[in-house]
């Protein structure tokens, strides 16, 4: 047998795909374009738990079982250091596969430029996207970019230059994004500038907030979805909603595949409620009485009616659970879709940033507040209604109408993992968990530590160091 | 020369010595018979012949003579002993005098005929000295040295025995023929062993390196449903496990200790000479004919890339001329399980968790009235609505026979297994056929053919926590709770109760509404052309095939108290292995030196496909698996494709000069498709050197020693540690969702792939093999230490990168031992007791890993810990455990850590080394008592000085999930009044850790079995048909002696070929102990 047969017998023929001869054509850059959403719909991340876990930090829910450490508000236990290890490895995978494109979208050679623009403002949108949950609730972290993603060694940096990477991402973004997503779920222009706006928020930057979220509202692309009872809201949040209105940017999910679907609801549910057909862990619950946020909630509120339902198990008779993202015809997971940044979100952005940049509340600024409000009485968000309208008078200062605007903001995004992040941004956090639950939240709760699987792996990283406050 | 009983089971016709002119000088008094024939031996060259049991009947010899005739000799020799002599040619056998004709009236006698004939071995050689015999008869002669025999005047039926050292006994009917050619297949079960070796064979006494063999009787002794399972303390060196108890469950088995970090660690199983990929679970354990385990490196190197590990080498039982013999095993066994363990009661369960209430601060969960009412009525006993006794079957029948020319051997098998959990089983059928022809003297062919069905239905011992599996529901299930509701349907547990868990299931719904069937269909079967054009050279071309197809079926009810909607899933497998080997041998001998020289080439490849479907949401659990179709929620079907293919070139040298000085030379060249570029090829060399002591004349004479041999060896063998592609750059394939429309996704995986190369072990090796008094004593011990190289690492990367890990040829581990093997015959006679033992001792280090940086075995969660067990580091035992350590509680009761780098917090700083899974060493001792036809085997094995990680115990800590839990904690948990107690205060928020609480002492001392055998005494009732009848009746597992708190020590939960995650038990199916009963007999 000659040597070069030999050579022949031992060469491999994997039946799959190399990286070398991939992402050429557009359809390739767009199978690489769509593994980027995959981590980031993981169950260990905003499939669910990350959700679960936001929302036990809420001043609306207490966590149950393992998740009760964490409505103590004194850091976290091993188990959930853990949880959060593992929502970093998928944000950071995410933004691996958001690099690998940013680094093959221009070596593309059976796409067109501009099509090469818009496939990377997606993944520059996506990685901004990543850095932004990772820099919330981190600060500062490794920054890993096209340039040095196969370097072992990078060093933590600061929270500011997360952010100048996100805003510079997201600025790319807005400008080569389409006008419309490539499909539904994909980021539009418009997606872009709702994102950036929240960035500036948190940066402080309340004119360019504001800028952008006006831009958006000025675009006429989104309104909100009527509603007249309390099961319309099934058109916002229901299972077989496939788009509306009202969608920005959603991370989809598919009941009818195993495996697409979303997970989150099970944390939610108790077991054959009737909800939730594959049971419930009912892991956040709260009390319709001896919680103040809903006993002092407006029962005439639609919203009220529509997330809470009476639950008992031990725990008292006022105890209720969440059925916001309710899919009573789920088989392993659920169809509804993660919300996470809607017109709602945007309009209320939108109020908060021509208050702060205007150094008190603007009419129109109230009006958009307004339109969220109404709908959630039923009435046509478009249409005053001094019935149930905040008239700006009762709310002149800048401090009273941001507390409106947080309170509104925590019965429109209730249940949907943005309540605490939105109190750590107003830097209200302590004030009103103390408020409501009685308790001192402990200055390392706000941040999480950064995963052991980092530092022990990174000699960038020194945990004595760089490691968060408290761990 | 000494032969043993296997030789001389007959009389012999006497043929008169006289006329021989050697003249013999003697002068002894009250002289040992084996003194006085040595002394004869030397003067004459003549060589006695005679059974063990002379030498317990002979008498002392007192004999003067000077210069007297042999026959002389032997007269006096014999003058007083109730044994006569004989001599055939340069033999002297001695035998028994002849008894008085018995009384019994003589039949007709038919006419005598003459009968000659040709005896020859397995090659075609002619065998001079072989004895053939007229059985029930006087007349026997021996064959010349062109293999010829003529006996006269015999009956035209009779039946001849032909025997020879080292060969099987054949018997033949004449039925009238005059003329008859027979071949004598080797007797590997007789003293003086042949080994079967890699791509050869040896006499054990040839033998350089360490190869252990199992016996045959020790393979069948009691059912197992894996015949590596009853290598368990047969053999030095050979570690077996069993991950769990479950019926076809998968074991573990190191030999010489783990090598390898990331590679298997699993033997190479070699059968009849095909490298077997994976467990050989498709052989019946009947159809063993030997088991030889190669240890060493310069036995192992010939296996090269593949053999690390060491090789276990498995030839099946094949056909020989002669009469068709008919061999029958049948035993049935009852198992049960090895115990029950202690749970509360009812009672117990209310007022433990209204305890927890009381120190939680919230109401009592049950009334006084009803923990009054749970004391009055039974409790819910889990463990036996789960698990049952059960029966097991084996049934095996083997025909085989043979002529001059053709060989055969059929065989066909039936293993039935129940588990001892209900509606679990395995069950295995095989047929199986040999056949060898003889086309003429040049060339030979040979076949064998093994069909396999495996069929199973599983429990799964799923290893999750707190109830959700069926295991840990079946530990952790209140008492309290009936299993049905009154209307008859199940009991929802995990809405049970306020405080319980939340995921725990009734565990009958995971065995009465899931099946998880496996069945599996193989072919294992090879061919060869042997090729001898001259006397001394033989060339072997073969080919195998090993198929398997398999297919499991997976389906859970539609079931409310789990809200299953009926979900089924199915997968398939295909798997193809070819092998061609191409091998030549020549073999001379000149003068004192004999030389063996071995080369080949050989290409074998490895094909599996996958497919498998999915879909869930039924309308009917009648459609189980039958239609993924009507699913309402059809899974996506996924397919894969692997390949691996493996080039070789292989050559030994075998020199021995006058039997005393032996020496083997290795080596192979592997090329492995699965590494980079470059790096595909390396080459295994070995060399061994032998010395036999007892061959010099200075050893030669003495009393004590009968037998001595030194041995050392050195070799390299490799580890192909890697998956195929894993070198490549590889996308996988996935799916999103836009819309409601699945889209692909293509990305890496989170293994950056690296360049790789083999893992290499350099092994020394330096042995004895030693023989006392006439060898009723034997002994084997060697010494070895190992070093494994080029180490794959998994190396973690910062999960920032995005990928979590990559792998590197950086590690290094060294095991060295020490094994004594030692068999005695310490009876012969009328009660003959044979006893054996064998200890191995393995220690086992880390040595160096990349970075220096640890590495954790896998993160177990329990519920309320979630933490890794092993540690992989440097300097230290291979997958040491590693955590806190508790120094006591804290005066409310919750558990103390030792802070061990004082800086004021229990971190994970704080972990140090609290036990070892690696045994300081393992044992087997057997003993078989024989009386009559009675036979009293007893077999027991054990560990001693590793530790278990208890993992069951972790709800011990988890308190707030309603979980039940043991008497012993109940009884002795911590209360202000019991502040020294073994588990801490009763508490929901009670905080655990990975801690030396879990670990256990997991040594055992298992009388593994006992049987007693009768033997019919058949051959007295000349039945004719009938061989040898035996009933038996015997005990597995009968008797553990342990420290271990759980079902049983010897259990690996994570254990597998390539698991660094060991000595850990967590839920597993439990193991059993049974009773069989039996019947072997031949016909």
């Known amino acids: 047998m000659g040597v070069a047969s030999c050579k022949k017998t031992l060469e491999e023929h994997p039946e799959s795909i190399a990286a070398e001869n991939f992402y050429k054509k557009p359809a390739e850059v767009e199978a690489g374009l769509n593994a980027i959403y995959t981590p980031l719909r993981d169950g260990g991340g905003l499939g669910a738990l990350y959700q679960t876990q936001l929302e036990c930090y809420a001043d609306y829910f207490y966590g149950r079982g393992s998740h009760a450490v964490l409505n103590a508000y004194q850091g976290l236990d091993n188990t959930n250091i853990s949880r959060v290890s593992g929502m970093w490895n998928l944000f950071y995978l995410s933004i691996r596969n958001a690099n690998i494109m940013v680094q093959k979208i221009p070596l593309a050679s059976s796409v067109a430029d501009a099509d090469k623009a818009r496939y990377l403002a997606e993944a520059k949108f996506l990685r901004a996207l990543n850095y932004f949950y990772l820099v919330r609730n981190w600060a500062g972290v490794p920054l890993r970019t096209e340039t040095n993603m196969d370097s072992i060694n990078v060093k933590r940096s600061a929270a500011a230059d997360v952010y100048a990477l996100i805003v510079s991402d997201l600025q790319f973004a807005e400008s080569n994004l389409p006008d419309a997503g490539r499909l539904v779920g994909a980021p539009s222009k418009w997606a872009a500038k709702t994102v950036l706006s929240e960035v500036y928020l948190w940066l402080g930057r309340n004119g360019d907030a504001d800028a952008e979220a006006k831009a958006v509202v000025g675009s006429g692309k989104f309104s909100l979805v009527k509603v007249g009872a309390v099961s319309d809201l099934d058109k916002l949040y229901g299972p077989d909603v496939v788009s509306s209105t009202e969608e920005i940017f959603y991370l989809k999910f598919s009941r009818t595949t195993p495996g697409q679907g979303w997970q989150y609801p099970i944390y939610a549910f108790y077991p054959n409620s009737g909800y939730y057909p594959p049971g419930g862990y009912y892991t956040f619950y709260s009390d319709s009485v001896k919680n103040k946020v809903l006993l002092n909630w407006d029962r005439r509120d639609l919203r009220y009616t529509y997330n809470w339902y009476s639950q008992t198990f031990g725990l008292g008779a006022t105890t209720v659970l969440n059925r916001k993202f309710v899919d009573r015809q789920a088989v392993t997971a659920a169809g509804n879709d993660y919300p996470m940044y809607r017109y709602a979100d945007l309009l209320l952005f939108y109020a908060e940033a021509e208050c702060r940049a205007n150094n008190g509340p603007t009419a129109d600024g109230m009006e958009k507040l307004n339109m969220v409000h109404r709908r959630a009485y039923g009435k046509d968000p478009g249409v005053a209604d001094p019935t149930v309208d905040f008239a700006l008078a009762d709310y002149s200062s800048s401090d009273a109408f941001l507390d409106l605007v947080q309170r509104e903001r925590g019965y429109e995004d209730c249940s949907e993992g943005k309540r605490w992040l939105d109190l750590k941004r107003m830097g209200i956090v302590k004030q009103v968990i103390q408020n409501i639950k009685g308790i001192t939240v402990a200055d390392k709760h706000l941040l999480w530590p950064i995963p052991t699987t980092e530092y022990n792996y990174n000699k960038a990283i020194d945990p004595a160091k760089d490691q968060n406050p408290g761990y | 020369m000494k032969l ?160 020879f050292t080292g060969y099987r006994t054949e018997e033949v009917s004449l039925h009238g023929r005059s003329e008859i050619s027979l071949s004598l297949s080797i007797n590997p079960r007789s003293l003086n062993e042949i080994v079967v070796i890699g791509y050869g064979m040896v006499r054990k006494r040839d033998l350089t390196g360490s190869v252990s063999q199992v016996k045959p009787a020790e393979v069948t002794s009691y059912p197992t449903n894996n015949i590596v399972n009853a290598l368990q303390g047969r053999a030095t060196g050979v570690v077996v496990q069993q991950n769990n108890g479950a019926p076809g469950g998968s074991i573990s088995v190191r030999i010489r200790g783990t090598n390898s970090i990331l590679g298997g ?156 959990i209900r509606n679990s089983d395995y069950n295995r059928y095989t047929l199986r056929g040999t056949l060898s022809h003889d ?78 069937n496996g069945r599996s269909d193989q072919v294992f079967s090879n061919a060869a052309l042997t090729i001898r054009p001259i006397k001394d050279l033989s060339i072997r071309i073969s080919g195998g095939i090993q ?365 140090t080394y609290i036990g070892n899974p690696n045994p300081r060493f393992t044992y087997g ?159």
């Open chain 2, 439 to 516: 086309i003429s003297k040049v060339f030979n062919v040979s076949y064998n053919m093994y069909l396999t069905r495996l069929d199973s239905r599983h429990q799964n011992s799923g290893s999750s926590n707190r109830g959700a599996d069926l295991i840990s529901g079946m530990l952790m299930a209140p008492p309290t709770l009936t299993p049905y509701l009154p209307d008859g349907s199940l009991r929802r547990l995990n809405t049970a109760y306020s405080f319980i868990s939340n995921v725990i299931v009734n565990p009958l719904v995971n065995l009465y509404r899931v099946s998880d």
């Open chain 2, 265 to 420: 660690n699993e033997p190479l199983y070699v059968i009849d000479g095909f490298p077997y990929s994976g467990n050989p679970v498709f052989l019946q354990n009947g159809d063993i004919e030997s088991i030889e385990i190669l240890k060493d490196a310069s036995s192992i190197a010939i296996y090269g890339s593949r053999g690390a590990n060491g090789v276990i080498i498995i030839t099946t039982r094949s056909g020989r001329s002669g009469k068709t013999l008919v061999d029958l095993e049948t035993g049935y066994s009852v198992q049960s399980p090895m115990k029950y363990i202690k749970l509360m009661s009812g009672q117990q369960y209310a007022q433990f968790y209204n305890e927890q209430a009381t120190n939680d601060g919230v109401a009592p969960y049950f009334t006084q009235q009803q923990i009054d009412s749970f004391s009055k009525g039974p409790s819910t006993d889990w463990q036996r609505l789960v698990m049952h006794s059960a029966p097991m079957l084996t049934i095996h029948l083997t025909v085989s026979g043979g002529n001059d020319k053709t060989r055969f051997s059929l065989s066909a098998g039936v293993f039935r297994q129940d588990g001892i």
């Open chain 2, 4 to 163: 043993t009983a296997a030789l001389l089971v007959c009389t012999i016709l006497q043929v008169n010595a006289r006329g021989f002119a050697q003249k013999v000088s003697l002068s002894e008094r009250n002289a040992s018979p084996e003194k006085v024939f040595n002394l004869i031996e030397k003067q004459t060259g003549y060589k006695f012949v005679y059974t063990e049991t002379f030498l317990q009947k002979a008498n002392p010899i007192t004999v003067h003579l000077q210069n007297a005739p042999l026959d002389q000799v032997l007269t006096v020799c014999f003058s007083n002993q109730v044994y006569t002599w004989s001599v055939l040619n340069k033999w002297i056998v001695v035998k028994e005098k002849p008894q008085p004709p018995p009384v019994a009236t003589p039949e007709p006698p038919l006419p005598p005929v003459d009968v000659k004939g040709v005896i020859r071995d397995e090659k075609g050689n002619a065998i001079q000295g072989a004895t053939v015999m007229v059985k029930g008869g006087s007349q026997s002669t021996a064959t010349t040295l062109d293999g010829s025999f003529v006996l006269k005047g015999i009956s035209k039926d009779a039946v001849l025995v032909i025997s």
């Open chain 2, 547 to 911: 198929n398997e197809n398999s297919r499991s079926d997976y389906y859970a009810n539609i079931e409310p108290t789990t809200n299953s909607p009926g979900s089924a899933s199915i997968g398939t497998a295909q798997t193809t292995s070819l092998l061609n080997e191409n091998v030549v041998t020549y073999s001379k001998s000149f003068g004192d030196h004999r030389l063996s020289v071995t080369g080949g080439f050989t290409y074998q490849d490895y094909v599996t496909t996958t497919l498998n479907g999915s879909g869930t949401g039924f309308l009917s659990d009648v459609i189980q698996t039958g239609g993924l179709s009507s699913a309402a929620t059809p899974g996506i079907p996924g397919s894969s494709y692997q390949k691996w293919a493996l080039l070789s070139w292989l050559g030994r040298i075998n020199y021995s000069y006058a039997d005393k000085y032996l020496a083997t030379v290795s080596y192979r060249r592997d090329g492995s498709s699965r590494y980079s570029q470059g790096d595909k090829w390396s080459n295994f060399p070995s060399a061994a050197l032998a010395w036999h002591m007892s061959s010099e004349p200075w050893l030669k004479s003495s009393n004590v020693v009968s037998d001595l041999k030194m041995r050392v060896s050195y070799g390299a063998t490799g580890s192909t540690a890697v998956n195929p592609y894993q070198t490549l750059n590889q996308l996988s394939s996935g799916y999103t969702i836009f819309g409601d429309a699945l889209n692909t996704t293509y990305a890496p995986s989170t293994v950056l792939p690296g360049r790789l190369k083999w893992e290499t072990t350099d092994e020394w090796d330096a042995g004895v093999d030693a023989g006392f008094l006439n060898n009723r004593l034997r002994l084997t011990a060697d010494v070895y230490v190992k070093k494994t190289k080029n180490l794959l690492n998994r190396v973690t990367l910062p999960s920032s990168m995005g990928y979590l890990t990559t792998y590197q040829n950086v590690g290094e581990v060294q095991n060295k031992g020490l094994e004594i093997g030692v068999e005695s015959d310490i009876f012969k006679g009328p009660v003959k007791w044979t006893v054996a033992g064998n200890i191995s001792f393995n220690r086992n280090k880390v040595v160096k890993l990349y970075q220096h940086q640890d590495i954790y075995g896998g993160t177990i969660y329990t519920g309320s810990l979630s933490d890794f067990v092993n540690l992989l580091r440097e300097g230290q035992p291979f997958g040491v455990f590693y955590g806190y350590k508790e120094i006591g509680y804290t005066s409310k009761g919750d558990i103390q850590y030792e802070d061990r780098n004082k800086d004021g917090k229990i971190t994970a700083d704080d972990k």
């Open chain 2, 925 to 1083: 001792l057997s003993s078989v008592l024989g009386y009559k036809g009675f036979e009293l085997t007893v077999f027991i094995q054990g560990t001693q000085g590793n530790d278990t990680y208890d993992l069951n115990m972790a709800s011990s800590l988890d308190l707030g999930m309603g979980l039940n839990l043991t008497q012993d904690q109940f009884n002795h948990h911590w209360t202000p009044a019991n502040t020294n107690a073994k588990y801490p205060r009763v508490s929901r928020s009670l905080s655990g850790n990975i801690s030396n609480r879990f670990v256990e002492d997991g040594s055992y001392l298992r009388c593994r079995n006992i049987q007693l055998a009768y033997n019919l005494p058949v051959s007295s009732w000349r039945l004719g048909w009938c061989r040898s009848l035996q009933l038996y009746a015997s005990g597995q597992n009968l008797i553990t002696l342990t420290k271990y708190s759980w079902y049983d020590p010897d259990i690996n939960t994570y254990g597998g070929s390539s698991s660094y995650m060991q000595g850990i038990d967590y839920y597993t199916y439990p193991t059993y102990k049974s009773m069989t009963f039996g019947i072997r007999c031949g016909f």
